[in-house]
């Protein structure tokens, strides 16, 4: 945890980055703490167009890019996020923003939940929450925000099946949802892998999802569950 | 014509020569500065005729004449035309073998009536249109524009065109303008009489000449000079003199009679051919409103960008920092200093959420990109799940979007306290020219605008736009909201 680990990130490996945020003072702070992580800023730039071009011209394991950037201050950096999704799929994109819109997390997903990331900026004052969403992300998982999740339970139209599970299966299933892997799970509830297992067995059976091996997979499972 | 010399430049009170406004040349401009002051007024007299402002009245007066003496000549077009016509009819029962006499009077007098009909029903849409033409003379020649009158409304059916042409009163007015305009324009044309004739006299000396190689013992008729007074004649080279003063005198007088008549024509004009006074202060009114509104949607546009890209992002760097901090402190490090890290750090994301709220509230940023997204993320935070569609082809003002989704949020909120509902239906869409926004819930019914609730602020925010808010919420439910909105303020 410590700035002189020296290429060991979150994931086990350094992770080359592209930063594409409009504010300087957040831009730098973001680098600083990703290098800080032991992983690699191959640039930071302040638009969406620097931003596929820095992609297209280092391939960074992950880009993150805020939503609200010039020149019109609205979303080009979830567009410029989206052709990247479609153009580079090798790179994962992790879309930072100060608002959360259900809408543009729907956009940002499409039916394909394999490096991706949505997160409030304010998660990126945890900091190791955030190093790991990011190693996450650059590894081809997926990490949704605790209140897209939650927004997403709050509206689901399976209310009654949601309800039909215990408290702790709940917390479950939110951070199924919000990409994380049983080892991770277990780490946040803090419990072993196979209690977390047998959670996810549990869940998966009452909802009545057939059960996937893959951790993107099963967000998406849970996901589709939520919003269909 | 010494006097063109800038002997008076900004000195007279507004002779006919200065231009409106006082465009007179900067006071510094030349003028011996102790002119006495009977000299300026006659400089200022003398030039007036030759003046940009004097060519402009004489050119509307001309203009006014011309378009007076059409609405003169109309009722003789029309007698005569109605005379053609009533012999016309007249002649055919007149055959051989019947009297005449009575026989004429009868259709003389129908055709009367009718032209007397068709007469009022073309008064005032002709009124309307001459009218128009006298404004845009005016407007073109002599400055500020008069707005023009309210549109004539539109009638459905024979029935009902036929009463809103009778009924027009803009119509009416102007057709009584060009009624009182007669007696304006005889002084119009006065006015162009003194620009011509007094021009014509001033030339007199100069041809006078031409004639003089007639064979001796001739008589020489006087030529006759006209005046405004009457004429008189001129029979030698010394007369011509006596025609050229007169001619001179009138060209003076022409700018002052000009200007008379056309100051009295646009009062006229101002009085009958413009908006009456009431609806144009509420025209005036309803424009100053929409623009109220306008302003203060951008205004808390602009307000919630400040805040996103300075406070917000500040307080989120903070964070960042200070989680970044934590993480660095060792294990040495003395708790009571861990405990303020953690507190600062713990501050800063509270702080930022609950400026997030602030903000959201100012302006939601996600209807930047349309009542369709605002309005998903709105319905995705409410308690009972809602359906959403939205139709909308073409984006309404953003004002109208604020006051819609705001009126959204307000309903949903509602409907999650109050209601105790299931499910919650929210339509948008475009019905008749204006945004309609219906929220239904299956809940307890009940809901009244008098009782509070916020429904009477929903109704205050869409009055500001003239938006209605109908409520349909018998106790026992269901409870259905519908909020009607004009795509611009």
């Known amino acids: 945890m410590t700035a002189s680990g020296g290429g060991r990130g979150d994931g086990g490996r350094p992770v080359r980055v592209v930063i594409a945020e409009d504010a300087a003072l957040f831009r730098e702070g973001l680098a600083r703490l990703i290098t800080d992580r032991g992983h690699q800023v191959a640039a930071a730039v302040g638009d969406a167009d620097a931003l596929l071009a820095a992609v297209a011209e280092h391939h960074p394991d992950v880009a993150v890019a805020d939503v609200r950037m010039p020149p019109t201050h609205t979303d080009e950096g979830l567009r410029a996020a989206i052709e990247l999704r479609r153009d580079h799929p090798g790179t994962g994109v992790l879309v ?15 039916g394909n939940a394999a ?13 190791a929450e955030f190093a790991d969403a990011l190693a996450r992300v650059a590894a081809g998982g997926t990490a949704l925000d605790p209140e897209v999740v939650s927004q997403l339970v709050r509206a689901s139209r399976h209310a009654d099946g949601i309800a039909a599970l215990t408290p702790r299966e709940r917390e479950v299933l939110a951070l199924m949802a919000e990409g994380r892997s049983n080892a991770g799970i277990a780490a946040a509830l803090v419990v072993t892998g196979g209690v977390v297992e047998k959670h996810v067995a549990s869940i998966f059976g009452k909802l009545g999802l057939p059960p996937s091996e893959a951790d993107n997979r099963r967000v998406l499972a849970v996901l589709r569950y939520l919003g269909s | 014509m010494g006097a063109f010399g800038p002997v008076n430049q900004g000195a007279a009170d507004e002779p006919p020569g200065s231009a409106p406004g006082g465009r007179a040349a900067p006071p510094t401009a030349l003028a011996p500065p102790k002119a006495p002051a009977a000299l300026t007024a006659a400089g200022a007299a003398l030039r007036a005729p030759f003046t940009a402002r004097a060519g402009r009245e004489l050119l509307f007066c001309l203009a006014e004449a011309a378009l007076g003496l059409v609405v003169l000549a109309a009722p003789f077009a029309l007698a005569g035309l109605g005379l053609v016509v009533g012999l016309l009819a007249g002649r055919r029962p007149a055959g051989p073998g019947s009297p005449g006499q009575p026989v004429v009077f009868v259709p003389a007098v129908a055709v009367l009536l009718v032209i007397l009909a068709l007469l009022a029903i073309a008064l005032p849409r002709t009124g309307r249109r001459l009218g128009a033409a006298h404004r845009r003379l005016a407007a073109r020649l002599l400055g500020p524009a008069i707005g023009a009158p309210a549109p004539p409304r539109p009638g459905r059916g024979l029935a009902g065109r036929l009463g809103a042409v009778l009924r027009d009163g803009p119509g009416w007015r102007a057709a009584a303008y060009l009624l009182l305009q007669l007696p304006v324009m005889v002084a119009e044309i006065y006015a162009v009489f003194f620009a011509a004739v007094g021009l014509a006299n001033l030339s007199y000396p100069f041809w006078w000449p031409l004639f003089r190689n007639h064979a001796p013992g001739t008589v020489l008729q006087p030529v006759p000079v006209l005046t405004p007074f009457g004429s008189f004649g001129v029979a030698t080279l010394a007369g011509t003199a006596a025609a050229f003063a007169a001619g001179a005198a009138m060209l003076l007088a022409a700018p002052w009679v000009a200007r008379g008549a056309a100051a009295a024509d646009c009062w006229l004009m101002h009085r009958m051919l413009g908006p009456p006074r009431l609806a144009q202060r509420v025209a005036d009114l309803e424009q100053s409103r929409a623009l109220a509104v306008q302003d203060s949607a951008a205004l808390l546009r602009r307000l919630e960008r400040d805040l996103h890209d300075g406070a917000q992002i500040r307080l989120a760097t903070l964070a960042m920092n200070l989680g970044m901090a934590r993480e660095k402190l060792g294990a040495d490090t003395d708790p009571q200093v861990r405990e303020l890290v953690d507190a600062a750090h713990q501050g800063a994301k509270d702080a930022l959420v609950e400026l997030r709220s602030l903000a959201r509230g100012i302006h939601p ?24 569609s939205v139709h909308l082809p073409e984006r309404p003002a953003p004002e109208i979007e604020t006051i819609a989704y705001f009126c959204a949020a307000e309903l949903l909120a509602n409907a999650a306290k109050h209601s105790r509902a299931n499910r919650v239906a929210v339509d948008l869409r475009f019905t008749d020219g204006a945004l309609e926004l219906r929220v239904s819930d299956d809940g307890a019914g009940g809901a009244d605008a008098a009782r509070g609730s916020g429904l009477a602020g929903l109704r205050q925010r869409a009055r500001t736009v003239d938006g209605r808010v109908e409520i349909v919420s018998p106790p026992g439910g269901p409870t259905r909201v519908t909020v009607t909105l004009p795509m611009h303020a």
């Open chain 1, 115 to 127: 490096g991706v990331g949505y997160l409030l900026k304010d998660r990126v004052a945890d900091v």
């Open chain 1, 96 to 110: 930072l923003s100060q608002y959360i819109e259900t809408r543009y997390a729907a956009r940002l997903l499409e």
């Open chain 2, 365 to 388: 940023p996600a209807l930047d990109n349309g009542l369709a997204d605002a309005l998903a993320t709105l319905a995705a935070g409410g308690a009972p799940p809602v359906d959403l």
